[in-house]
């Protein structure tokens, strides 16, 4: 028999999450913990269950521009090689007892250099707490893995820099690279060079792109800069019209985009706050997952979303009716369109996804 689809079960159930902040993922005691010990006092509150709510509020504004502006006070704590391993280690943890078994983490290094830090010592602290975390979610018997995304922000003029480090880094699980930040006045091209390098280099990347503007930044994020994958992408709905009588005509960006299969790294409670979506029950995800798009479910930001995995699954179970085998189509897409290589990929579909799945669905 089927197992019942709720939070717990899913809990239980294998995920794949591909688009993760570092930066928007930490605990609140940690955040309360990390400012008393560096002296950061401009904190909105000291106890974290306050802290928790407050970030939640804040960025539950209707736009990109303000919730961006929470983050100056996760980046604030995070300047010391100590604090950015921590911050990392118990991402994994957290990831993996919420039953995720690979995820893309991803954060913009240039951010993290208030103190003095330079961009390697950055990622080599980052990196040893993923494996810090990895290790100590195995000792607690769960399997995580975790690879990172490197992040330019979209307003400085630093991606040239941070792709070479995505590339410095490639054998020590920093698995590609994406552009972040405010989209509206930062069109992708303006990072050409550095998308221009990654190619030459057969790197990986993504873009955020289609969340807080429209057609346009999609188009240029692929066809201009060759972005594999789309961080967000919601706006490609802009280019589907659906008549009265329920029939579907596809443009050609989102034809396009449906037939050479470019992964949606859909994430609907970000998009609720940002105003890229209303509700979830109107979030172009039923739409583009019932068009069988490439579309992966994903957190974006833990603690400025308020969510999680395993959250944003059970509220698309229990707004579009999804089903185990919806749940399990969505994870091994993300599986598919991960930045890890193609054997082991199909490592984790056949050991731990399938497997999980099956269990569940009895
Ligand atoms: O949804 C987002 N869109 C654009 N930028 C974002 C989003 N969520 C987080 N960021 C930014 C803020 C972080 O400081 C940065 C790197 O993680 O990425
Ligand atoms: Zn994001």
């Known amino acids: ?18 688009h993760d902040h570092l930066d928007g993922g ?17 904190l909105p509150h000291d106890d974290p269950v306050a802290l928790e709510e407050w970030f939640a509020s804040a960025a539950d504004s209707g736009s990109l521009e303000l919730y961006l ?23 994994a943890e957290d990831l993996a007892a919420d039953g995720v078994v690979y995820a893309e983490v991803r954060y913009a290094p240039e951010l993290f250099q208030e103190r003095g ?59 590609g690279f994406d552009i972040a930040g405010p989209e509206a006045g930062f069109p992708p091209t303006r990072n050409l060079d550095a998308f221009e390098y990654l190619r030459r280099q057969n790197a990986h990347f993504t873009i955020h792109a289609g ?13 201009h800069c060759g972005a594999e994958r789309l961080g967000h992408g919601v706006r490609i709905v802009d280019d589907i019209r659906v008549d009265d009588d329920g029939e579907v005509h596809l443009g050609r960006l989102a034809s396009y985009v449906r037939d050479r299969r470019i992964p949606l790294e859909m994430c609907p409670s970000s998009n609720l706050q940002t105003g890229a ?3 979830l029950a109107e979030h172009p995800i039923g739409m583009l997952a019932r068009l069988r798009f490439r579309v992966t479910v994903n957190t974006d ?62």
């Open 277 to 279: 979506a209303k509700s």
């Open 26 to 42: 930490l605990r609140p005691e940690t955040i309360a913990e990390l400012a008393a010990e560096c002296g950061y006092a401009d």
């Open 211 to 223: 969340e807080a503007f429209g057609l346009p930044s999609i188009w240029e994020a692929l066809q």
């Open 117 to 175: 830090l330079t961009l390697d010592e950055i990622v080599r602290a980052v990196q040893e707490g993923f494996r810090d975390g990895e290790r100590r979610a195995a000792a607690a018997g769960r399997t995580i893995r975790i690879g990172t995304l490197l992040c330019a922000m979209r307003q400085n003029a630093r991606s040239g820099e941070i792709a070479e480090l995505a590339v410095r880094y490639r054998d020590a699980e920093v698995v």
């Open 69 to 91: 502006q929470t983050f100056t006070h996760t980046v604030a704590v995070m300047q010391t090689p100590e604090a950015l391993s921590r911050v990392a280690a118990e991402c």
């Open 301 to 362: 930001n833990r603690l400025m979303s308020h969510c999680s995995m395993s959250g944003e699954f059970a509220a698309l179970h229990e707004t579009f009716g999804y089903g185990w085998a919806d749940l399990q189509w969505f994870t091994v897409n993300a599986m598919k369109s991960a930045f890890l290589g193609f054997d082991e990929r199909l490592e984790i579909i056949n050991d731990q996804i399938k497997p999980g799945y099956a269990a569940l669905l009895g």
């Open 1 to 18: 028999m089927s197992t019942p689809v709720n939070l717990d079960t899913i809990r239980l159930a294998p995920k794949v999450l591909l």
